[in-house]
């Protein structure tokens, strides 16, 4: 912005526009945290660009459940770990999802991160998202119940129907569907859902007919 620079030093300026280029982070809040960042010590200043700077080279996706993991490790340690049940899976948009029905407690299955949702007005097809892995996976892990956790919106309410009907045509024997119990309120992501609510829906899911 023409006025703000000549009111603010350019690296502050450059700083307000690499924050405010981050998704939610209006132009008030990018300044607020460009501002703390120039207050603070310059220690975390420079934590900051350090962590920044490892961030792609330090994270991957798994190639097996498609969560984040870190870069020198093969699988997720969660589908890793002997003691996860391999034939349950929950099956989720994005890699915080994971985070949130972990923060539960009440699961001990494993996960599949889908990576969106089918969303034609933001141009996100079935073809983007990683439905063919999740059959592969469900016939050589021999799944016996996928749990359908995307989140309750009409894109995630279309995805979880795409993806039982895919399921449906694979003629898998022995596989439940079940989707996570309206706990969940309508327009709220797994991400902020309370503890309480998605423990009931996680222990409440119900089966598709």
């Given amino acids: 912005m023409a006025t703000e620079a000549k009111a603010l030093p350019a690296a502050l300026v450059d700083l307000i526009d690499a924050f405010s280029a981050l998704p939610g982070v209006g132009r008030k809040t990018a300044e607020r945290y460009a501002y703390a960042c120039l207050k603070s010590n310059r220690r975390i200043?420079?934590?900051l660009s350090s962590a920044l700077?490892?961030?792609h080279g330090g994270v991957k996706r798994c190639p097996v459940t498609f969560a984040l993991i870190d870069a020198d490790?093969?699988?997720s340690p969660l589908y890793g770990d002997p003691a996860?049940?391999?034939t349950m899976v929950a099956i989720v948009e994005d890699p915080f999802d994971v985070l949130a029905l972990e923060a539960t407690g009440q699961y001990n299955g494993t996960y599949h991160v889908l990576g969106g949702v089918i969303s034609p007005i933001d141009g996100i097809g079935p073809e983007q998202?990683?439905?063919p892995e999740l059959i592969r996976r469900v016939k050589?892990?021999?799944?016996?119940?996928i749990i359908l956790a995307t989140n309750a919106s009409v894109e995630g309410e279309s995805t979880a129907l795409y993806i039982q009907k895919q399921l449906d045509s694979a003629h898998i024997s022995g596989l439940k569907i079940s989707r996570l119990a309206r706990g969940i309120p309508i327009g709220v992501d797994l991400e902020y859902a309370d503890k309480i609510t998605l423990g009931h829906a996680l222990?409440?899911?119900?089966?598709?007919?």
């Fill in 203 to 209: 222990s409440d899911r119900s089966r598709l007919e």
């Fill in 53 to 55: 700077a490892k961030l």
């Fill in 45 to 47: 200043s420079k934590n």
């Fill in 73 to 75: 490790e093969e699988v």
């Fill in 140 to 145: 050589s892990d021999g799944v016996k119940e």
């Fill in 84 to 86: 996860r049940d391999k």
């Fill in 129 to 131: 998202l990683h439905i």
